[in-house]
T-cell receptor, first 112, second 115 residues
Framework: DAGITQSPRHKVTETGTPVTLRCHQT?????MYWYRQDPGHGLRLIHY???????DKGEVSDGYSVSRSKTEDFLLTLESATSSQTSVYFC???????????FGSGTRLTVV | AQSVTQLGSHVSVSEGALVLLRCNYS??????LFWYVQYPNQGLQLLLK??????LVKGINGFEAEFKKSETSFHLTKPSAHMSDAAEYFC?????????????FGKGTTLSVSS
């Protein structure tokens, strides 16, 4: 979507390897979020950020870490990928309060 | 904790028929309310939102939703379904006055439209 991009769009990786997904925004929004989407589970929050270097855990944060060193970039790292982390990952940004989210196009990650 | 319930994981309608997708939230204080649509292999797109003011909200693609406080509901409707409406729809809420709080999503409803 305009103003937010995710990379890579697709990735296949092996169990046990580290993986980093990138979310980049040009909207200068304060809030950024990482979700995973799985059939039957909808969207589940992994981590979110409310400013540079300010992050917090979501409901499914185990096995994931994040970093935000600049307003525009929010990185999601799988320290040691497992097959249970095969999923579609979405980044979202928000200006806060009554704003909804603007979503990225997603990253389809397969762990083999 | 707040939660969102979407009744019916799958709804099927005929082209030209009324679309009704149900969403209920649990909160003593009405939250901000959102509907998103996701087409296959794409990200989620905002359809409409309710924050304050008029309880009947109009969105893109002919969709609208009505906030009913007494029923804690925010159902999505469209008078006449089109084939292009086939997608997955998500209802979401955010507590008022908690600026950065993450949206809470329902599990989604897949809408199928037959000719």
């Amino acid at each position: 979507d305009a103003g937010i991009t995710q990379s890579p769009r697709h990735k296949v990786t092996e169990t046990g390897t580290p993986v980093t997904l990138r979310c980049h925004q040009t909207e200068n929004h304060r809030y950024m979020y990482w979700y995973r989407q799985d059939p039957g589970h909808g969207l589940r929050l992994i981590h979110y950020s409310y400013g540079v270097k300010d992050t917090d855990k979501g409901e499914v944060s185990d096995g994931y870490s994040v970093s935000r060193s600049k307003t525009e970039d929010f990185l999601l790292t799988l320290e040691s990928a497992t097959s249970s982390q095969t999923s579609v990952y979405f980044c979202a940004i928000s200006g806060g309060q009554g704003d909804g989210y603007t979503f990225g196009s997603g990253t389809r990650l397969t762990v083999v | 904790a707040q939660s969102v319930t979407q009744l019916g994981s799958h709804v099927s309608v005929s082209e030209g028929a009324l679309v009704l997708l149900r969403c209920n939230y649990s909160s003593s204080v009405p939250p901000y309310l959102f509907w998103y649509v996701q087409y296959p292999n794409q990200g989620l797109q905002l359809l409409l939102k309710y924050t304050t003011g008029a309880t009947l909200v109009k969105g893109i693609n002919g969709f609208e939703a009505e906030f009913k406080k007494s029923e804690t509901s925010f159902h999505l409707t469209k008078p006449s379904a089109h084939m292009s409406d086939a997608a997955e729809y998500f209802c979401a809420v955010r507590p008022v006055n908690q600026a950065g709080t993450a949206l809470i999503f329902g599990k989604g409803t897949t809408l199928s439209v037959s000719s």
